[in-house]
Protein backbone atom coordinates (compact mmCIF):
# COMPACT_ATOMS: atom_id res chain seq x y z
CA UNK A 1 0.00 0.00 0.00
CA UNK A 2 1.13 3.13 -1.11
CA UNK A 3 1.64 6.30 0.89
CA UNK A 4 -0.02 9.41 -0.17
CA UNK A 5 1.56 12.78 0.19
CA UNK A 6 -1.90 14.65 -0.15
CA UNK A 7 -3.40 13.05 2.52
CA UNK A 8 -3.56 10.85 5.98
CA UNK A 9 -4.92 7.40 5.12
CA UNK A 10 -3.91 5.69 8.57
CA UNK A 11 -6.32 5.69 11.61
CA UNK A 12 -9.84 7.41 11.22
CA UNK A 13 -10.10 9.98 8.24
CA UNK A 14 -12.55 12.62 7.16
CA UNK A 15 -12.23 13.72 3.31
CA UNK A 16 -13.94 17.27 2.73
CA UNK A 17 -17.26 16.29 2.42
CA UNK A 18 -17.15 15.03 5.46
CA UNK A 19 -16.82 11.00 4.64
CA UNK A 20 -15.48 9.02 6.75
CA UNK A 21 -12.78 5.97 6.04
CA UNK A 22 -10.68 4.03 8.67
CA UNK A 23 -7.50 2.26 8.38
CA UNK A 24 -5.69 -0.29 10.77
CA UNK A 25 -2.28 -1.78 10.32
CA UNK A 26 -2.87 -5.69 12.16
CA UNK A 27 -1.13 -8.33 10.35
CA UNK A 28 -1.89 -11.59 10.53
CA UNK A 29 -4.83 -10.79 12.66
CA UNK A 30 -7.98 -13.13 12.03
CA UNK A 31 -10.48 -10.52 12.51
CA UNK A 32 -10.75 -6.39 13.04
CA UNK A 33 -13.52 -4.29 14.11
CA UNK A 34 -14.37 -0.67 14.74
CA UNK A 35 -16.55 0.64 18.00
CA UNK A 36 -18.05 3.36 18.08
CA UNK A 37 -19.80 5.24 20.87
CA UNK A 38 -18.85 2.17 22.80
CA UNK A 39 -22.04 0.48 20.86
CA UNK A 40 -21.61 0.26 16.99
CA UNK A 41 -19.36 -2.46 15.86
CA UNK A 42 -18.15 -2.09 12.28
CA UNK A 43 -15.94 -4.86 10.77
CA UNK A 44 -13.26 -3.66 8.76
CA UNK A 45 -12.36 -5.49 5.78
CA UNK A 46 -8.81 -7.13 5.02
CA UNK A 47 -6.11 -5.26 2.42
CA UNK A 48 -3.08 -6.10 1.74
CA UNK A 49 0.18 -5.93 3.52
CA UNK A 50 -1.88 -6.05 6.98
CA UNK A 51 -4.23 -3.85 6.11
CA UNK A 52 -7.86 -3.43 7.75
CA UNK A 53 -10.27 -0.89 6.05
CA UNK A 54 -13.39 0.55 5.37
CA UNK A 55 -14.15 3.11 3.42
CA UNK A 56 -17.78 4.29 4.26
CA UNK A 57 -17.83 4.70 7.64
CA UNK A 58 -20.93 6.07 10.36
CA UNK A 59 -18.72 7.90 12.71
CA UNK A 60 -18.31 11.73 13.17
CA UNK A 61 -16.30 14.45 14.44
CA UNK A 62 -15.62 14.39 18.00
CA UNK A 63 -17.39 10.43 18.42
CA UNK A 64 -15.11 8.33 20.41
CA UNK A 65 -14.08 4.90 19.21
CA UNK A 66 -11.68 1.77 20.07
CA UNK A 67 -10.41 -1.40 18.15
CA UNK A 68 -10.97 -4.53 18.54
CA UNK A 69 -8.68 -7.38 17.35
CA UNK A 70 -10.01 -10.88 17.35
CA UNK A 71 -12.55 -10.50 19.36
CA UNK A 72 -10.52 -9.13 22.85
CA UNK A 73 -10.80 -6.30 25.07
CA UNK A 74 -11.13 -2.74 22.83
CA UNK A 75 -7.96 -0.48 22.64
CA UNK A 76 -7.46 3.07 21.28
CA UNK A 77 -5.95 3.13 17.76
CA UNK A 78 -2.54 3.49 17.30
CA UNK A 79 -2.79 6.59 15.13
CA UNK A 80 -5.46 8.21 17.11
CA UNK A 81 -5.59 11.74 16.30
CA UNK A 82 -6.96 12.25 19.85
CA UNK A 83 -6.93 11.01 23.26
CA UNK A 84 -9.04 13.52 25.23
CA UNK A 85 -9.81 10.44 28.24
CA UNK A 86 -6.29 9.73 28.81
CA UNK A 87 -3.98 6.74 27.02
CA UNK A 88 -5.92 3.92 27.92
CA UNK A 89 -9.15 5.11 26.93
CA UNK A 90 -11.04 5.15 23.84
CA UNK A 91 -9.72 7.73 20.85
CA UNK A 92 -11.49 10.45 19.41
CA UNK A 93 -12.36 11.02 16.26
CA UNK A 94 -10.79 14.43 14.51
CA UNK A 95 -11.45 16.38 11.29
CA UNK A 96 -7.53 17.57 10.86
CA UNK A 97 -9.48 19.84 7.77
CA UNK A 98 -11.74 21.79 9.26
CA UNK A 99 -9.40 24.70 10.87
CA UNK A 100 -9.44 27.88 8.48
CA UNK A 101 -5.40 28.54 7.81
CA UNK A 102 -4.66 32.66 7.34
CA UNK A 103 -1.15 31.57 6.34
CA UNK A 104 -1.39 30.90 2.66
CA UNK A 105 0.95 33.66 1.83
CA UNK A 106 3.70 32.44 4.92
CA UNK A 107 7.20 31.42 3.44
CA UNK A 108 9.62 29.92 5.63
CA UNK A 109 12.71 31.64 7.21
CA UNK A 110 15.53 30.83 5.39
CA UNK A 111 17.80 28.11 7.47
CA UNK A 112 20.76 30.39 7.73
CA UNK A 113 18.24 33.09 9.46
CA UNK A 114 16.86 30.69 12.13
CA UNK A 115 17.32 32.31 15.48
CA UNK A 116 15.99 29.11 17.66
CA UNK A 117 13.59 29.42 21.09
CA UNK A 118 13.50 26.22 22.87
CA UNK A 119 10.21 25.66 25.04
CA UNK A 120 8.24 23.47 26.85
CA UNK A 121 4.66 24.18 26.72
CA UNK A 122 3.50 22.90 29.87
CA UNK A 123 5.47 25.05 32.10
CA UNK A 124 6.64 28.17 29.51
CA UNK A 125 3.53 29.79 30.53
CA UNK A 126 1.14 29.75 33.97
CA UNK A 127 -1.52 28.31 31.42
CA UNK A 128 0.44 25.56 30.30
CA UNK A 129 -0.97 25.12 27.02
CA UNK A 130 -0.72 26.63 23.07
CA UNK A 131 -2.73 29.43 23.49
CA UNK A 132 -0.06 30.80 26.37
CA UNK A 133 2.34 30.40 23.65
CA UNK A 134 0.29 32.28 21.87
CA UNK A 135 -0.11 35.01 24.32
CA UNK A 136 4.04 35.32 24.41
CA UNK A 137 4.16 35.64 20.56
CA UNK A 138 4.86 39.38 20.86
CA UNK A 139 7.65 39.15 23.73
CA UNK A 140 9.33 36.51 21.29
CA UNK A 141 8.86 39.07 18.29
CA UNK A 142 10.86 41.14 20.54
CA UNK A 143 13.46 39.34 21.71
CA UNK A 144 14.25 38.53 17.75
CA UNK A 145 13.87 34.81 17.45
CA UNK A 146 12.76 33.26 14.29
CA UNK A 147 11.44 29.97 15.42
CA UNK A 148 10.35 28.12 18.49
CA UNK A 149 11.18 25.04 18.90
CA UNK A 150 8.36 23.04 20.96
CA UNK A 151 9.15 20.18 22.92
CA UNK A 152 6.62 16.96 22.05
CA UNK A 153 3.76 17.17 22.25
CA UNK A 154 2.27 13.80 21.44
CA UNK A 155 0.20 12.40 23.58
CA UNK A 156 1.39 11.47 27.18
CA UNK A 157 0.43 9.92 30.14
CA UNK A 158 -1.78 12.29 32.83
CA UNK A 159 -0.65 15.89 31.71
CA UNK A 160 2.90 16.51 33.31
CA UNK A 161 5.86 15.04 31.15
CA UNK A 162 8.77 16.23 28.73
CA UNK A 163 7.21 14.43 26.41
CA UNK A 164 9.59 12.19 25.40
CA UNK A 165 7.26 9.36 27.01
CA UNK A 166 4.68 9.57 24.33
CA UNK A 167 2.75 6.56 22.87
CA UNK A 168 0.88 8.19 20.41
CA UNK A 169 2.37 9.81 18.18
CA UNK A 170 -0.22 11.50 15.85
CA UNK A 171 -2.75 12.86 18.43
CA UNK A 172 -1.42 16.66 20.22
CA UNK A 173 -2.01 16.36 23.87
CA UNK A 174 -5.52 17.51 24.87
CA UNK A 175 -4.65 19.61 28.35
CA UNK A 176 -2.15 21.81 25.86
CA UNK A 177 -4.97 22.43 23.50
CA UNK A 178 -5.44 19.37 21.24
CA UNK A 179 -5.16 19.01 17.53
CA UNK A 180 -6.59 22.41 16.94
CA UNK A 181 -4.78 24.39 19.60
CA UNK A 182 -1.46 23.38 17.82
CA UNK A 183 -2.81 24.35 14.72
CA UNK A 184 -4.44 27.76 15.55
CA UNK A 185 -0.39 28.80 17.30
CA UNK A 186 1.19 27.68 14.33
CA UNK A 187 -1.09 29.99 11.95
CA UNK A 188 -0.42 33.00 14.69
CA UNK A 189 3.54 32.22 14.63
CA UNK A 190 3.39 32.42 11.06
CA UNK A 191 1.41 36.03 11.06
CA UNK A 192 4.35 37.05 13.68
CA UNK A 193 6.50 36.12 11.23
CA UNK A 194 7.74 33.00 12.90
CA UNK A 195 8.75 29.42 12.14
CA UNK A 196 7.68 26.26 14.14
CA UNK A 197 9.85 23.60 15.22
CA UNK A 198 8.39 20.48 16.85
CA UNK A 199 10.43 17.78 18.33
CA UNK A 200 9.44 14.38 17.69
CA UNK A 201 10.08 10.90 18.87
CA UNK A 202 10.90 8.06 16.39
CA UNK A 203 13.32 5.91 18.42
CA UNK A 204 11.39 4.49 21.09
CA UNK A 205 7.93 4.44 22.49
CA UNK A 206 6.97 5.34 25.80
CA UNK A 207 6.07 2.41 28.25
CA UNK A 208 2.35 3.41 29.61
CA UNK A 209 -0.63 3.34 27.02
CA UNK A 210 1.59 1.20 24.73
CA UNK A 211 -0.38 -1.26 22.98
CA UNK A 212 1.35 -1.05 19.63
CA UNK A 213 2.15 -4.88 20.16
CA UNK A 214 -1.74 -6.21 20.56
CA UNK A 215 -1.74 -5.07 16.79
CA UNK A 216 1.52 -5.58 15.25
CA UNK A 217 5.33 -6.53 15.10
CA UNK A 218 5.87 -2.63 15.87
CA UNK A 219 9.12 -4.26 17.94
CA UNK A 220 12.02 -5.97 17.45
CA UNK A 221 14.54 -7.91 19.45
CA UNK A 222 17.34 -7.39 17.07
CA UNK A 223 18.50 -4.15 18.91
CA UNK A 224 18.06 -2.67 22.06
CA UNK A 225 17.75 1.11 23.20
CA UNK A 226 18.69 3.34 25.90
CA UNK A 227 15.03 3.03 26.71
CA UNK A 228 13.51 -0.43 25.61
CA UNK A 229 13.01 -2.50 22.59
CA UNK A 230 13.73 -0.92 19.66
CA UNK A 231 11.10 -0.13 17.13
CA UNK A 232 11.05 -2.41 14.03
CA UNK A 233 12.55 -0.68 10.83
CA UNK A 234 14.35 -3.27 9.07
CA UNK A 235 12.94 -6.96 10.45
CA UNK A 236 9.78 -8.97 9.48
CA UNK A 237 6.98 -6.76 8.67
CA UNK A 238 8.88 -3.49 9.13
CA UNK A 239 6.82 -1.71 6.20
CA UNK A 240 4.05 -0.76 8.09
CA UNK A 241 6.17 0.89 10.85
CA UNK A 242 8.22 2.76 8.71
CA UNK A 243 5.05 3.93 7.32
CA UNK A 244 3.94 4.73 10.25
CA UNK A 245 6.22 7.33 10.65
CA UNK A 246 6.43 8.75 8.01
CA UNK A 247 2.90 9.26 7.27
CA UNK A 248 3.64 10.97 10.90
CA UNK A 249 6.08 13.29 9.48
CA UNK A 250 3.85 14.13 6.21
CA UNK A 251 0.58 15.05 8.85
CA UNK A 252 3.10 17.55 10.71
CA UNK A 253 4.07 19.40 7.63
CA UNK A 254 0.90 18.78 5.89
CA UNK A 255 -2.12 19.37 8.21
CA UNK A 256 -0.11 21.18 10.94
CA UNK A 257 1.80 23.60 8.63
CA UNK A 258 4.86 22.95 10.91
CA UNK A 259 7.97 24.41 9.22
CA UNK A 260 10.57 21.99 10.74
CA UNK A 261 10.78 19.22 12.95
CA UNK A 262 13.50 18.05 15.07
CA UNK A 263 13.71 14.35 15.74
CA UNK A 264 15.15 13.04 19.29
CA UNK A 265 18.34 10.90 19.55
CA UNK A 266 18.67 9.72 15.61
CA UNK A 267 21.44 7.43 16.43
CA UNK A 268 19.09 5.27 18.41
CA UNK A 269 16.92 4.49 15.37
CA UNK A 270 18.32 0.72 14.87
CA UNK A 271 18.31 0.52 10.78
CA UNK A 272 19.85 -1.24 8.21
CA UNK A 273 17.80 -1.41 5.31
CA UNK A 274 19.31 -0.70 2.07
CA UNK A 275 17.56 2.11 2.42
CA UNK A 276 17.38 3.89 6.12
CA UNK A 277 14.71 5.10 7.11
CA UNK A 278 15.46 9.24 7.65
CA UNK A 279 16.64 8.78 3.87
CA UNK A 280 12.92 7.53 3.18
CA UNK A 281 11.35 10.86 4.90
CA UNK A 282 13.74 12.80 2.98
CA UNK A 283 12.34 11.74 0.09
CA UNK A 284 9.02 11.66 1.09
CA UNK A 285 9.65 15.50 2.77
CA UNK A 286 10.59 16.46 -0.68
CA UNK A 287 7.90 15.07 -2.59
CA UNK A 288 5.59 17.07 -0.50
CA UNK A 289 7.63 20.14 -0.93
CA UNK A 290 7.27 19.81 -4.39
CA UNK A 291 3.54 19.37 -4.08
CA UNK A 292 2.60 22.49 -1.56
CA UNK A 293 5.59 24.90 -2.77
CA UNK A 294 6.45 25.01 0.83
CA UNK A 295 9.93 24.36 2.14
CA UNK A 296 9.78 22.30 5.10
CA UNK A 297 13.58 21.35 7.49
CA UNK A 298 14.63 18.03 8.67
CA UNK A 299 16.98 18.97 11.68
CA UNK A 300 18.28 15.84 14.36
CA UNK A 301 19.79 15.04 17.90
CA UNK A 302 22.40 13.17 16.45
CA UNK A 303 25.56 11.59 18.77
CA UNK A 304 27.53 9.90 16.45
CA UNK A 305 29.63 12.91 14.57
CA UNK A 306 28.94 11.10 11.28
CA UNK A 307 28.19 13.94 8.47
CA UNK A 308 26.43 10.43 6.28
CA UNK A 309 23.16 12.29 8.43
CA UNK A 310 23.78 15.72 7.11
CA UNK A 311 25.37 14.29 2.92
CA UNK A 312 23.40 14.72 0.30
CA UNK A 313 21.52 11.80 -1.02
CA UNK A 314 23.78 11.69 -4.45
CA UNK A 315 26.77 11.43 -2.21
CA UNK A 316 25.15 8.48 0.04
CA UNK A 317 23.99 10.72 2.75
CA UNK A 318 20.32 11.23 4.48
CA UNK A 319 20.29 14.64 3.64
CA UNK A 320 19.37 16.07 6.97
CA UNK A 321 18.87 19.89 7.02
CA UNK A 322 20.98 20.31 10.36
CA UNK A 323 21.89 18.98 13.99
CA UNK A 324 22.65 19.44 17.20
CA UNK A 325 26.64 19.88 18.45
CA UNK A 326 26.57 18.36 21.95
CA UNK A 327 30.32 19.24 21.47
CA UNK A 328 29.92 22.81 21.53
CA UNK A 329 27.59 22.81 24.32
CA UNK A 330 30.17 20.92 26.81
CA UNK A 331 33.24 22.82 25.40
CA UNK A 332 31.56 26.11 26.39
CA UNK A 333 30.33 24.71 29.57
CA UNK A 334 33.98 23.54 30.55
CA UNK A 335 35.38 26.77 29.42
CA UNK A 336 33.17 28.86 31.74
CA UNK A 337 33.92 26.35 34.69
CA UNK A 338 32.27 23.07 34.87
CA UNK A 339 33.17 20.44 36.32
CA UNK A 340 34.76 17.71 34.18
CA UNK A 341 32.98 14.58 34.89
CA UNK A 342 30.72 12.19 32.94
CA UNK A 343 30.62 13.03 29.59
CA UNK A 344 32.03 16.48 30.18
CA UNK A 345 35.72 14.50 31.19
CA UNK A 346 36.11 14.32 27.11
CA UNK A 347 36.65 18.31 26.82
CA UNK A 348 39.53 20.30 27.62
CA UNK A 349 37.81 23.45 27.99
CA UNK A 350 39.07 26.53 25.89
CA UNK A 351 40.75 24.69 23.40
CA UNK A 352 38.23 22.56 22.46
CA UNK A 353 35.95 25.36 21.77
CA UNK A 354 38.11 27.23 19.77
CA UNK A 355 37.79 23.83 17.61
CA UNK A 356 34.03 23.39 17.53
CA UNK A 357 34.10 27.26 16.46
CA UNK A 358 36.25 25.40 13.36
CA UNK A 359 35.54 22.69 12.76
CA UNK A 360 31.67 21.89 14.41
CA UNK A 361 32.66 18.43 15.85
CA UNK A 362 35.56 18.18 18.42
CA UNK A 363 35.79 15.18 17.80
CA UNK A 364 36.77 13.81 14.49
CA UNK A 365 38.42 11.32 14.18
CA UNK A 366 40.65 11.26 17.05
CA UNK A 367 41.05 9.27 20.88
CA UNK A 368 38.04 9.97 23.40
CA UNK A 369 39.06 9.08 26.51
CA UNK A 370 35.35 8.92 27.79
CA UNK A 371 34.07 6.58 24.81
CA UNK A 372 37.21 4.54 25.03
CA UNK A 373 38.13 4.88 21.02
CA UNK A 374 38.11 6.99 18.05
CA UNK A 375 35.56 8.88 17.76
CA UNK A 376 34.28 10.80 14.83
CA UNK A 377 35.27 12.13 11.24
CA UNK A 378 35.70 15.62 9.90
CA UNK A 379 32.99 17.73 7.96
CA UNK A 380 33.22 20.85 5.52
CA UNK A 381 29.41 20.67 6.01
CA UNK A 382 27.94 24.37 6.04
CA UNK A 383 27.22 26.23 9.68
CA UNK A 384 23.78 26.36 8.89
CA UNK A 385 24.34 22.74 9.08
CA UNK A 386 24.75 23.03 12.91
CA UNK A 387 22.68 24.08 15.88
CA UNK A 388 24.48 25.43 18.93
CA UNK A 389 23.49 26.62 21.93
CA UNK A 390 24.76 27.50 26.08
CA UNK A 391 21.68 25.56 27.33
CA UNK A 392 18.90 22.84 26.64
CA UNK A 393 16.02 20.89 27.68
CA UNK A 394 18.47 18.37 28.72
CA UNK A 395 21.35 19.68 29.53
CA UNK A 396 19.25 21.26 32.04
CA UNK A 397 17.05 18.73 33.08
CA UNK A 398 19.16 16.06 32.87
CA UNK A 399 21.55 17.59 35.80
CA UNK A 400 20.28 16.33 39.24
CA UNK A 401 18.61 19.07 40.50
CA UNK A 402 18.20 20.53 37.38
CA UNK A 403 19.84 24.11 38.21
CA UNK A 404 20.10 26.54 35.30
CA UNK A 405 23.39 28.38 33.85
CA UNK A 406 21.61 31.46 36.09
CA UNK A 407 22.81 29.69 38.80
CA UNK A 408 25.98 28.07 38.27
CA UNK A 409 27.84 31.05 36.81
CA UNK A 410 28.23 34.31 37.53
CA UNK A 411 25.83 37.43 35.52
CA UNK A 412 29.27 38.57 33.54
CA UNK A 413 29.28 34.90 32.60
CA UNK A 414 25.69 34.00 31.72
CA UNK A 415 26.37 37.43 29.08
CA UNK A 416 29.56 36.07 28.16
CA UNK A 417 27.86 32.66 27.13
CA UNK A 418 25.03 34.07 25.32
CA UNK A 419 27.75 36.08 23.07
CA UNK A 420 29.42 32.98 22.41
CA UNK A 421 26.45 31.49 20.73
CA UNK A 422 25.49 34.47 18.67
CA UNK A 423 29.03 34.78 17.18
CA UNK A 424 29.32 31.34 16.04
CA UNK A 425 29.06 30.76 12.59
CA UNK A 426 26.32 28.10 13.62
CA UNK A 427 22.57 28.11 13.94
CA UNK A 428 21.94 29.99 17.85
CA UNK A 429 19.55 27.99 20.30
CA UNK A 430 18.20 29.77 23.33
CA UNK A 431 16.06 27.43 25.95
CA UNK A 432 13.50 29.33 27.67
CA UNK A 433 14.08 31.65 29.89
CA UNK A 434 17.75 32.27 29.88
CA UNK A 435 17.48 35.08 27.92
CA UNK A 436 16.64 37.13 31.39
CA UNK A 437 18.22 34.84 34.10
CA UNK A 438 15.01 32.55 34.53
CA UNK A 439 16.24 31.08 38.53
CA UNK A 440 13.51 28.50 38.79
CA UNK A 441 15.24 25.39 37.87
CA UNK A 442 14.23 22.83 34.98
CA UNK A 443 13.36 19.53 36.48
CA UNK A 444 12.52 15.87 34.97
CA UNK A 445 8.89 15.38 35.54
CA UNK A 446 6.26 12.72 34.57
CA UNK A 447 2.27 12.23 35.74
CA UNK A 448 2.20 7.99 35.05
CA UNK A 449 -0.74 6.79 36.78
CA UNK A 450 0.60 2.95 36.74
CA UNK A 451 2.46 2.92 40.62
CA UNK A 452 4.65 0.73 39.62
CA UNK A 453 6.32 2.38 36.90
CA UNK A 454 6.62 5.41 38.61
CA UNK A 455 8.36 3.74 41.29
CA UNK A 456 10.73 2.09 38.39
CA UNK A 457 11.47 5.80 37.29
CA UNK A 458 12.09 7.26 40.61
CA UNK A 459 15.06 4.67 41.38
CA UNK A 460 16.25 5.22 38.33
CA UNK A 461 16.57 8.70 38.53
CA UNK A 462 17.66 7.91 42.37
CA UNK A 463 20.50 5.70 40.96
CA UNK A 464 21.00 7.58 37.93
CA UNK A 465 22.54 10.67 40.68
CA UNK A 466 24.19 7.89 43.25
CA UNK A 467 27.39 9.66 43.15
CA UNK A 468 25.77 13.06 43.55
CA UNK A 469 23.59 12.49 46.95
CA UNK A 470 25.93 14.59 48.74
CA UNK A 471 24.67 17.27 47.05
CA UNK A 472 20.95 16.37 47.80
CA UNK A 473 17.98 14.57 46.68
CA UNK A 474 16.88 14.52 42.66
CA UNK A 475 13.41 15.82 43.40
CA UNK A 476 10.30 13.48 42.91
CA UNK A 477 9.51 13.40 39.59
CA UNK A 478 5.99 12.54 40.26
CA UNK A 479 5.22 15.20 42.13
CA UNK A 480 3.17 18.30 40.96
CA UNK A 481 5.50 20.62 42.86
CA UNK A 482 8.45 19.15 40.69
CA UNK A 483 6.40 20.48 37.65
CA UNK A 484 5.12 23.51 39.07
CA UNK A 485 8.85 24.73 40.49
CA UNK A 486 9.65 23.90 36.74
CA UNK A 487 7.46 27.20 35.58
CA UNK A 488 8.90 30.43 34.23
CA UNK A 489 8.79 33.42 36.07
CA UNK A 490 7.74 36.32 33.62
CA UNK A 491 7.88 38.84 36.36
CA UNK A 492 11.03 38.37 36.59
CA UNK A 493 11.47 40.40 33.19
CA UNK A 494 11.16 43.42 34.96
CA UNK A 495 13.03 42.63 37.89
CA UNK A 496 17.00 44.15 38.08
CA UNK A 497 19.76 42.44 36.57
CA UNK A 498 17.19 40.15 35.19
CA UNK A 499 15.88 43.38 32.86
CA UNK A 500 19.58 43.89 31.68
CA UNK A 501 20.41 40.61 30.95
CA UNK A 502 16.91 40.35 28.91
CA UNK A 503 17.72 43.51 26.96
CA UNK A 504 21.49 42.59 26.31
CA UNK A 505 19.92 39.49 24.61
CA UNK A 506 17.71 41.48 22.65
CA UNK A 507 21.11 43.72 21.22
CA UNK A 508 23.12 40.47 20.47
CA UNK A 509 20.38 38.95 18.58
CA UNK A 510 19.82 42.06 16.76
CA UNK A 511 23.77 42.84 16.19
CA UNK A 512 23.54 39.25 14.74
CA UNK A 513 20.66 39.86 12.26
CA UNK A 514 21.94 42.55 10.88
CA UNK A 515 25.80 42.85 10.75
CA UNK A 516 26.28 40.65 7.58
CA UNK A 517 30.02 39.11 9.13
CA UNK A 518 27.85 37.75 11.90
CA UNK A 519 24.39 36.64 10.31
CA UNK A 520 26.52 34.65 7.44
CA UNK A 521 27.38 30.96 8.19
CA UNK A 522 30.00 30.52 6.04
CA UNK A 523 32.71 28.76 8.18
CA UNK A 524 35.66 29.46 5.52
CA UNK A 525 35.11 33.04 6.63
CA UNK A 526 36.29 32.90 9.95
CA UNK A 527 39.69 32.60 11.69
CA UNK A 528 40.08 31.45 15.50
CA UNK A 529 42.78 32.36 17.76
CA UNK A 530 43.32 30.53 21.06
CA UNK A 531 44.93 32.09 24.52
CA UNK A 532 44.54 29.01 26.10
CA UNK A 533 46.70 30.71 29.09
CA UNK A 534 44.45 33.99 29.49
CA UNK A 535 41.72 31.81 28.66
CA UNK A 536 41.04 34.01 25.57
CA UNK A 537 39.34 33.21 22.39
CA UNK A 538 39.74 35.94 19.45
CA UNK A 539 37.01 35.28 16.40
CA UNK A 540 37.54 37.28 13.31
CA UNK A 541 34.91 36.73 10.71
CA UNK A 542 33.99 38.74 7.62
CA UNK A 543 31.23 39.00 4.70
CA UNK A 544 31.58 40.97 1.29
CA UNK A 545 34.01 43.56 2.95
CA UNK A 546 32.51 43.48 6.80
CA UNK A 547 34.13 42.37 9.48
CA UNK A 548 34.40 42.42 13.04
CA UNK A 549 36.24 40.46 15.91
CA UNK A 550 35.15 39.04 18.73
CA UNK A 551 37.18 38.77 21.97
CA UNK A 552 36.01 36.70 24.54
CA UNK A 553 37.41 37.18 27.89
CA UNK A 554 36.55 33.71 29.97
CA UNK A 555 38.98 34.48 32.99
CA UNK A 556 37.47 36.31 36.07
CA UNK A 557 40.30 38.99 35.45
CA UNK A 558 41.37 41.41 33.30
CA UNK A 559 43.44 40.08 30.37
CA UNK A 560 45.29 41.89 27.53
CA UNK A 561 44.92 40.89 23.82
CA UNK A 562 48.19 41.25 21.66
CA UNK A 563 48.68 40.51 18.11
CA UNK A 564 45.41 41.61 16.63
CA UNK A 565 45.40 42.99 13.12
CA UNK A 566 45.89 45.96 12.41
CA UNK A 567 45.05 45.94 8.45
CA UNK A 568 42.22 48.23 9.41
CA UNK A 569 40.03 50.68 11.22
CA UNK A 570 38.76 48.93 14.21
CA UNK A 571 35.68 50.09 16.68
CA UNK A 572 33.70 48.42 19.27
CA UNK A 573 30.21 48.05 18.62
CA UNK A 574 29.40 45.90 21.32
CA UNK A 575 31.00 45.17 24.72
CA UNK A 576 29.07 42.58 27.84
CA UNK A 577 31.11 45.13 30.74
CA UNK A 578 29.04 48.19 29.25
CA UNK A 579 27.54 49.74 32.70
CA UNK A 580 24.08 49.14 30.47
CA UNK A 581 24.02 45.99 31.24
CA UNK A 582 25.67 45.88 34.57
CA UNK A 583 29.00 45.88 33.68
CA UNK A 584 32.39 47.15 35.35
CA UNK A 585 31.90 50.09 32.55
CA UNK A 586 35.65 49.66 31.50
CA UNK A 587 34.67 49.43 27.81
CA UNK A 588 37.48 49.17 25.42
CA UNK A 589 36.66 51.92 22.24
CA UNK A 590 39.71 50.96 19.96
CA UNK A 591 42.10 48.37 19.07
CA UNK A 592 46.11 49.66 20.19
CA UNK A 593 48.13 50.85 16.76
CA UNK A 594 50.38 47.72 17.95
CA UNK A 595 47.13 45.34 18.20
CA UNK A 596 46.66 45.36 21.37
CA UNK A 597 43.46 45.78 23.48
CA UNK A 598 42.50 45.22 27.25
CA UNK A 599 39.61 43.27 28.20
CA UNK A 600 37.21 43.28 31.51
CA UNK A 601 37.10 40.34 33.07
CA UNK A 602 34.09 37.18 31.62
CA UNK A 603 33.45 39.83 28.57
CA UNK A 604 33.15 39.65 24.79
CA UNK A 605 33.58 42.74 23.11
CA UNK A 606 33.04 42.86 19.57
CA UNK A 607 34.69 45.38 17.05
CA UNK A 608 33.91 45.80 13.67
CA UNK A 609 35.81 47.43 10.44
CA UNK A 610 32.69 49.77 9.96
Known sequence: ??????????????TRDGKASACVWAPEKQRVTLLVNRKDKVPLQPDEFGYWKSEALA???????????????????????????????????????????????????????????????????????????????????????????????????????WGYDGVYPFAVQDTYGGAEGLQRLVNSCHAKGIAVILDVVYNHMGPEGNYLDAFGPYFTDKYKTPWGRALNFDDAWCDGVRRFFIENVLMWFRDFH??????????????????????????????????????????IECDLNDTRFLDDMQEGGFAMDAQWIDEFHHSLRVTAGEERSGYYSDFEGIAHLAKAYKDAYVYNGQYSPHRHRKFGMPT???????????QNHDQVGNRMLGERTSELVSFEMQKLMAGSVLVSPYLPMLFMGE??????????????????????????????????????????????ETFRNSALQWELTESEGHRELLDFYRTMIALRKSHPALSNTNRNNLDVICDEDKNIIVLRRWERGHQVL?????APEANSVSGLPVDTSWHCILCSADRRWLGNGEVPQTIGPDGSVQLPPESITIFSNR
Not at 1 to 14: A, E, H, P
Not at 140 to 150: H, K, N, S
Not at 459 to 477: I, L, M, N, T
Request: glycine share 6%.
Open 380 to 390: SNPGEQFIVFS
Open 258 to 299: IDALRMDAVHAIKDFSSKHLLREIREYTDALMAATGRTYYLT
Open 59 to 161: IKPDDKYQIIIDDRDPLPDPASLSQLDGVHEASRAVDLGKFQWTDKDWNNVPLKDYIIYELHTGTFTEEGTFAGIESRLDYLVGLGVTAIEIMPVSRFPGGRN
Open 1 to 14: MDIQIDKRTIGVNF
Open 550 to 554: CLMNY
Open 435 to 480: EYGETNRFQYFISHTDKELVEAVRKGRKAEFEAFHAKGEAPDPQSE
